[in-house]
């Protein structure tokens, strides 16, 4: 294997380079992972590598083996591109439900805080590690708040389901540490994206931010290819 090179020690850097390693093969289908070897590899400490593997279990790129440790769970193309299709189709129904509903004050205000703080993060022109995080929790904070906006159990429930797929979950975009120039584009476009859905759910257009949202999930996959990113 070729050598690691470290992350900063905060839980959403380790989240972010395990997850960059186990799509890259650094980890194959099968392989044992624990706490201690692999906090030694990335010369962090064990406490972000425990959150690490909790966040990725639930992700479904590892199962757990055993008492304590874990193991990388093996999954096909196929199944990755089904799991993100049935994500947008269910937050493409939720922010269509919102829609038709109306933003509440307190719903607006959150949208409009995740539009802002992604603003802030990308003004600079450029994507610095430690930004890495603050697109992680304001992405999930924007994708919650739709999600919870409807209301309804039976979406939530579906979604969450479909979360413990590989790469469902609207937090598990990959983000390459070491190609941060082009990790910028691609967050780029997932803020627009973000500010179209914004938009279309303040007017109302439950079918414009349906299809709005269906579009927004591909944009781990296919934007990529499409600006040669």
């Not at 392989?31 to 479904?60: D, K, M, N, W, Y």
């Not at 990388?72 to 591109?81: C, N, Q, T």
């Not at 509440?104 to 600079?124: K, M, V, Y």
């Not at 598990?172 to 803020?191: C, M, N, P």
Request: glycine share 10%; net charge neutral.
């Amino acid at each position: 294997m070729d050598p690691i090179e470290a992350p900063p020690a905060d839980s959403a850097s380790v989240v972010a380079t395990l997850r960059q390693l186990l799509i890259g093969g650094h980890y194959p289908a099968g392989t044992r992972l624990a706490e201690i070897p692999v906090a030694e590899a990335l010369g962090v400490s064990r406490t972000p590598v425990r959150l690490a593997f909790r966040t990725l279990e639930q992700e479904g790129l590892l199962q757990k083996a055993g008492k304590r440790g874990f193991e990388v769970r093996s999954f096909s193309e196929a199944d990755v591109l089904c799991a993100v299709e049935v994500r947008g189709v269910l937050e493409g129904l939720a922010a269509r439900r919102l829609a038709e509903r109306g933003l509440t004050a307190a719903q607006r205000q959150t949208l409009q805080a995740c539009i802002d703080e992604g603003n802030q993060l990308l003004a600079s022109g450029h994507l610095l590690e430690d930004g890495i995080g603050t697109w992680s929790g304001l992405n999930a904070r924007f994708h919650q708040t739709i999600v919870d906006g409807t209301s309804s159990r039976v979406i939530a429930d579906a979604i969450a389901r479909n979360n413990h797929l590989p790469f469902a979950s609207a937090d598990s975009i990959v983000i390459d540490r070491h190609a941060l120039d082009r990790e910028f584009r691609k967050l780029q476009l997932a803020q627009m994206q973000h500010v179209l859905v914004f938009d279309a759910l303040q007017g109302g257009e439950a079918a414009r931010v349906e299809a709005l949202m269906r579009e927004h999930a591909w944009i781990g996959f296919r934007y990529g290819k499409l600006f040669g990113l």
